[in-house]
């Protein structure tokens, strides 16, 4: 027994003193943080665990710890397990000591960082942030944002396309109501060019052209072709006469008589162009009869042949004409009688036989068409003949076979646009195709990477907008790296 005297001090101290000294023997344990960012299913419940291999000093914690975000709202839990659970895991050095632990970690919400403490030989303070995997619904948003870039013109096209329909269905409108001043078929060749691939927007200017001013015009055009009809002296049994007839009894206006096969606005009515025809072939008409009349007045018999054939082969061309397109065909045969008679007139000996001076330049001129369009072998073949058709006045025959012999330019210069515009297309598809990976591959970068809690409403948002904004420079490049207008060249 201590005396009372030194016992009740010593109880003091050791009353006072003992919870600090068993405090400090509890500190003695070293803490250590470790920050973990994981992506993908890892972590998110007991079927996914995250392991968790580290380095570290002292015995794993025995019990279980939470872990929580700053609101509380979303907890999660780590134990340790056995080692070889983290057989496959990256070893971790917290730099407290080599004692190797093996955590598991269960129920980590995506999108918020967790954090809390795992006692045991370290004090161990552990933050675990798990965000969606790329993958999965963070690609399908990139995805999205680049098909909605790409859909976006079309859709503008869609808009356009409606806005254009409101004052076009007013026009047409007006149309049906305009009684006389009708165009008859109007609804139905919109309904043809609509489904040729024209918009409504594209239509609006010819309509707006043509109703309601455009009867009117026809019917003045047919009233003229009539009063030009009562004029002529063509054979009204000729076929291009019974057209004109049948053009200026028309009552009815219909679309082809103010627009052509294309589309446009003709320039001058279908039924003035059947006047201007009538007259000029009626003028036609005339010359030949005076031409007649001069072999017949002013030429020797035996200097009449040449002559009398460009003259027959002109009429029996005139007899065909059925359109107003045809009328300027006769043209060329007015000129081969003028020619045909102006040389037998100028010549006194009438020598039929020889190529008369004319005649040679005729002659050159043909045998170089033949060389620069069929070389200078076939040319050598064809000069015989050339030389006899210049002598008879038929030259038609022969440039129609040498025509034959030629592929047509235009021909050629379609194919070859076609295969350039083909061409076009592929490029702009994989131009389209490049640039869009390697805007994904920056909308990855910025939107997803930098982010270790990528879970959330505004996560994606900003991922799908930088997606939008990507694809849609992206699409614009692709087209303008092919489809960029030509330089501009010098006339010549």
Known sequence: MLPRVVGIPAAVVVLVGAPPLIARIQGLAPPAALKIHVTGDAGSGTTHPLYVRLSTAGQPPVA????????????????????????????RL????????????????????????????????????????????????????????????????????????????????????????????????????VAAGASMGDLLPTLSKIVPDGPPKIRAARKRLAAALGRITLPVASDYVQHAATEA????????????????????????????????????????????????????????????????????????????EDVAGMKDHIVLVKTAYNAARDDPACRLLEIPETDREVTMALKAF???????????????????AVREGVVEPLIAEVHELVPDPLDLKGERLQHAFDLGKLLTAVAILVVLAFAGATVWDAAYEPKPAFADFSDYFTLYSAALASGAAAAVLGVLAYWRPAPATSPG
């Not at 839990?77 to 056995?82: D, E, R, Y």
């Not at 999205?144 to 079309?154: D, K, Q």
């Not at 020797?300 to 009398?308: A, I, V």
């Not at 033949?370 to 006899?388: D, F």
């Open 94 to 193: 917290t730099g407290k000591g080599s004692r190797e632990w093996c955590l598991s970690v269960t129920h980590v919400a995506a999108g918020h960082e967790l954090t809390g403490v795992a006692n045991g030989g370290t004090t161990l303070t552990l933050s675990v942030t798990r965000r969606n995997s790329f993958w999965g619904l963070p690609l399908v948003f990139l995805l999205l944002g680049f098909a909605t870039a790409l859909l976006l013109p079309a859709a503008s096209r869609r808009l356009r396309r409606f806005v254009g329909q409101l004052p076009v269905a007013g026009i047409l409108d007006a149309n049906s109501h305009a009684g006389a001043d009708s165009i008859a078929d109007l609804d139905e060749w919109v309904k043809g060019r």
């Open 249 to 324: 009894a028309h009552t009815e206006v219909v679309a082809a008589d103010l627009l052509d096969n294309d589309g446009a606005v003709r320039s001058t009515a279908r039924a003035e162009e059947w006047r201007v025809g009538l007259e000029q072939l009626d003028a036609d008409q005339r010359f030949l009869d005076d031409e007649e009349r001069m072999i017949g007045d002013h030429l020797q018999p035996r200097c009449r042949s040449r002559p009398t054939r460009a003259l027959h082969t002109a009429r029996g061309y005139l007899a065909t004409i059925e359109t107003p």
């Open 370 to 388: 033949v060389v620069c369009s069929t070389g200078a072998g076939r040319a050598a073949e064809l000069s015989g003949a050339i030389e006899q």
């Open 64 to 91: 279980s710890s939470r872990l929580v975000d700053d609101e509380g709202l979303h907890p999660a839990t780590v134990s340790a397990v056995p080692t070889d659970k983290c057989a496959r895991e990256p070893l």
